[in-house]
């Protein structure tokens, strides 16, 4: 059982490229999540998923984009890389039901240097 | 809107002493809290989780942590800390209605032997 699976673990981009995030879970989960990790500011939510086909903005969204492909996928694109997107982002999803959520189970990260 | 804040940005302990580190959190009804634990280069573990009824709830590795809703306040402890709880802490924040998963800044704890 892999959990949540988040490709690539590490990138480098140039200021201005385009780049996607991909984020799979295979638990049956409904709600996904994109998250920054930067130093000192903890986890910042950038967008989130409550069920297939919903997307909403976090904290930072802005510079980003989200696709929930189908309930196993959600993905995060940068259309234009800047140096201040560079951060460690984790990709977490939850389950809901009848009220009651699990909690959050977290990918291993993608380490993203925009130079 | 739903928040949590943890005041302690940094906190060293002795191998063995007692630890406490602290999570407010602002939400009109009962939320579900979590804390969460973080070692360099690593993914986010599950320390232990609030959803309802008992207060006091127990985690892995031998962590507690207490709800209190008089002070919105879920504070995490241990009574004897080892050098492996080296890491960074954090509290985050539930609130179905709003399905968003919302988590504090951290504390990163030393521990010296």
């Known amino acids: 059982n892999a959990g949540v699976t988040q490709t690539p673990k590490f990138q480098v981009l140039k200021t201005g490229q385009s780049m996607t995030l991909q984020c799979a879970q295979d638990?049956?989960?409904?709600?996904m999540y994109w998250y920054r990790q930067d130093p000192g500011m903890g986890l910042r939510l950038i967008y989130y998923?409550?069920?297939?086909?919903?997307?909403d903005k976090g904290e930072v969204p802005n510079g980003y984009n989200v696709s929930r492909l189908n309930k196993r996928e959600f993905s995060l694109r940068l259309e234009s890389a800047a140096p201040s997107q560079t951060s460690v982002y984790f990709c977490?999803?939850?389950?809901?039901?009848?009220?009651?959520?699990?909690?959050?189970?977290f990918g291993q990260g993608t380490r993203l240097t925009v130079v | 809107a739903q928040s949590v804040t943890q005041p302690d940005i940094h906190i060293t302990v002795s191998e063995g002493a007692s630890l406490e580190l602290r999570c407010n959190y602002s939400?009109?009804?009962?939320?579900?809290l979590f804390w969460y634990v973080q070692s360099p280069g690593q993914g986010l573990q599950l320390l232990l989780k609030?959803?309802?009824?008992?207060?006091l709830v127990q985690g892995i590795k031998g962590f507690e942590a207490e709800f209190k809703r008089s002070q919105s306040s879920f504070n995490l402890r241990k009574p004897s800390v080892h050098w492996s709880d080296a890491a960074e802490y954090f509290c985050?924040?539930?609130?179905?209605?709003?399905?968003?998963?919302?988590f504090g800044t951290g504390t990163r704890l030393q521990v010296t032997l």
């Open positions: 977490a999803s939850t389950l809901t039901a009848r009220g009651v959520n699990t909690e959050a189970f």
């Open positions: 939400y009109g009804a009962t939320p579900y």
């Open positions: 609030y959803f309802s009824g008992d207060t």
């Open positions: 985050a924040i539930y609130t179905g209605t709003a399905s968003k998963l919302t």
């Open positions: 638990m049956n989960h409904n709600s």
């Open positions: 998923s409550a069920s297939e086909g919903t997307t």
